[in-house]
């Protein structure tokens, strides 16, 4: 009960502002987590649509549409987008010659290379470097912002028109001083699923290399289809992984691995997670795409 009240406290004061700037969002945060209201919500506000063919002209390599929104529908997970060559080198030029921030309480800023002194400083090694709202002064993650292939794979699949509502940029480093309060903080090694709204889709792009020793991406396919009562009946956007395990089976756990440039697409209902960072840092861009206005405060992260 006490570590329950220690992690509602935490959260208390965003939840406080989003509930302010937005205040339909206490009546998603209350019933957003249960099947069947995702599911009236879903009848009364979409339309079945045929899907639309994705554009030829656009930054971002993908699969076809229909298979796209066929393994989201499935899996909650589609891999198979890329980066045009250009648009890569560009968000990693601008990461590696801008400050990042930790979002702990010291929010020291630095670059991304100078994170080893930057961890002198401090107790607790920084897991992860946020460029927060700076994100925006990269051109190449602006055209992405209004790309046509990701707004038409966003619609096919919510079933609506969407636009951008979310975007981060951020490195995971490997460290070795950490608890669980930056664990929770960096949302890694912590399966959980995303409330951010009724219906959203998420882009990620690794930007450099990343195997299973570079933090990569882990979800449970399907888990945001098949949920079990005690999952959907609770506080807590996170869940133990032993409990997870047990309901849905180690099979279903997947490790989303790959080159520099490459990423995949996702609906965050799905329970996943970050991973620390062992061998080499890992630099990620999230786009998250839905068909309704955010609290202002969720746009870049800064809240987590």
């Known amino acids: 009960m006490l570590a329950s009240a220690r992690r509602i406290a935490v959260r208390a004061p ?9 205040p339909g969002w206490v009546f998603l945060i209350v019933f957003g987590r249960l099947k069947w209201a995702r599911w009236i919500e879903r009848k009364l506000r979409t339309k079945p649509t045929l899907q639309t063919p994705l ?29 045009s060559a250009a648009t890569f080198e560009e968000i990693r030029t601008f990461a590696n010659e801008n400050c990042c921030s930790s979002r702990d309480a010291d929010g020291m800023s630095f670059l991304p290379q100078d994170v080893a002194g930057a961890n002198h400083e401090r107790s607790n090694d920084i897991l992860a470097g946020y460029y927060f709202s700076a994100v925006e002064r990269s051109d190449a993650v602006n055209r992405l912002l209004v790309d046509p292939r990701l707004l038409a ?84 956007h996170g869940q133990e992984r032993g409990d997870l395990e047990s309901y849905y089976g180690l099979d279903m756990f997947t490790s989303i691995t790959g080159p520099a440039g490459s990423g995949f697409s996702e609906d965050p209902f799905v329970f996943h997670t970050g991973t620390v960072a062992r061998s080499s840092p890992r630099l990620i861009l999230e786009l998250e795409f839905g068909p309704y206005d955010p609290s202002p405060s969720y746009r870049y992260g800064v809240l987590g």
């Open 153 to 236: 794979v966003a619609r096919n699949y919510l079933g609506q028109h969407a636009k951008n509502i979310r975007v981060r940029l951020w490195w995971s480093f490997p460290a070795r001083r950490f608890d669980d309060g930056d664990l929770r903080r960096a949302a890694q090694d912590r399966f959980h699923f995303d409330l951010n709204d009724w219906r959203t889709l998420k882009f990620f792009f690794y930007l450099t290399d990343v195997d299973e020793f570079s933090g990569p991406h882990l979800y449970i396919r399907g888990s945001h289809r098949h949920r079990g009562l005690r999952h959907q009946y609770t506080l807590f």
């Open 55 to 83: 554009p030829a002209s656009s930054d971002v390599d993908s699969p076809d549409a229909d298979i796209v929104t066929r393994r989201l529908h499935s899996d909650g997970v589609c891999e198979g987008f890329s980066l």
């Open 14 to 22: 965003s939840y406080a502002t989003y509930a302010r700037e937005r």
